[in-house]
């Protein structure tokens, strides 16, 4: 088929990798516009840009996809289908009614579960024991069009934000490819979605990796695992941050401790009370310092039994 790709970040690129390898003609990815980043501030181009640049593939960068102006250029492409992955803006009316196979979404759960920015992180941070990858016809709405076909992806115990991140990323490529080989039969499936079965995964913000530890150890320990890598688990020890990167629960009593208070520390744990039951802390990292193991930091910082953390 002919395809426009539109998609921005790592996580679209082995979806694009799995249409050009197939077989199917792309004939342009729409990605957003170069960016600085890191600390010199550096235009970078996006990994989308960088593989379809790899490809020979025409590479269009608009700052509103919507303008007129690149919808008469997308209607110039003729593509037969539009395939979104990640792409970072809202596509117009316009836009949605142009290929004649429509526009397809390639999104990282089991909708209608999950709508919105962050549902890899949220499906972590939730406890969820499975999420996916769902194909979908976009509409106007949020992540509301009628779905196509899904991939069902168990989570590990000790699953990460960034783990699942790669999972699903990996996931998204073959599933596109089904779900265009059924189009193009007429065999595809649509069904709506009922929207009380879903749930807004909102936007990650830093503010919402500061540890709560009036919550249970196991919704603490969840937190910092869907906030790895980014934006991280954090709570504060003598006036510096002090980043979370592992830890497990430990199913027995505080003995009446208070929040964030270290109940036991040795040089191989450092155990802190929660809401309900302890939390081990594994693996941390203190402002202005390299992420380390427990032991590593405990021979290089002290931190007394019955301090609280988070002050």
Same mark, same amino acid.
């Given at each position: 088929?002919?395809i426009v790709f539109m998609g921005t970040p790592d996580f679209s690129v082995p979806a694009l990798k799995a249409l050009v390898e197939a077989g199917h003609e792309v004939a342009a990815v729409v990605t957003q516009p170069d960016r600085p980043? =890191? ?16 490809? =020979?593939?025409?590479? %269009?960068?608009? +700052? ?7 919808? +008469?250029?997308?209607? @110039? ?23 004649? %196979?429509?526009?397809? @979404? ?7 579960? %999950? ?15 499975? !999420? ?19 991939? #069902? ?5 000790? +699953?990460?934000? =960034? ?12 599933? #596109? ?13 649509? !069904? ?7 749930? %807004? ?63 036991? !520390? ?46």
């Open positions: 088929m002919r980043r =890191g600390r010199g501030k550096e235009l970078q181009m996006t990994p989308v840009k960088v593989q379809a640049l790899a490809y =020979g593939i025409p590479v %269009y960068q608009p +700052e509103k996809v919507k303008d007129p102006a690149f919808v +008469e250029i997308l209607r @110039n492409l003729q593509p037969e289908v539009i395939v979104v992955i990640a792409f970072g803006q809202i596509l117009s009316r316009d836009i949605l009614d142009l290929p004649p %196979y429509g526009c397809i @979404n390639i999104h990282a759960s089991l909708l209608p579960k %999950y709508r919105g920015a962050a549902p890899i992180q949220w499906a972590v941070i939730d406890g969820e024991k499975e !999420t996916g990858v769902t194909t979908m016809m976009m509409d106007v709405g949020l992540d509301t069009g009628d779905m196509l076909e899904k991939t #069902i992806i168990p989570l590990d115990p000790k +699953e990460t934000g =960034g783990s699942l991140f790669d999972k699903l990323s990996q996931a998204g490529g073959p599933l #596109i490819l089904s779900t265009l080989e059924k189009l193009k039969a007429g065999t595809a499936v649509r !069904t709506p979605q009922t929207d009380e079965d879903s749930t %807004y995964a909102k936007m990650l913000t830093k503010s919402l990796g500061q540890i709560d530890w009036s919550m249970e150890a196991a919704a603490i320990e969840r937190l910092i695992r869907g906030l790895n890598p980014w934006p991280s688990a954090y709570t504060f020890v003598h006036g510096k941050t002090l980043k979370i990167w592992d830890a497990d629960v430990l199913k027995e009593s505080s003995d009446g401790a208070a929040p964030g208070q270290i109940i036991r !520390t040795d040089p191989h744990s450092l155990i802190v009370a929660a809401g309900e039951a302890l939390l081990s802390i594994r693996e941390l990292q203190l402002e202005g310092k390299k992420r380390m193991d427990v032991e590593t930091f405990l021979r290089g910082y002290t931190i007394e039994k019955g301090e609280i953390l988070g002050k």
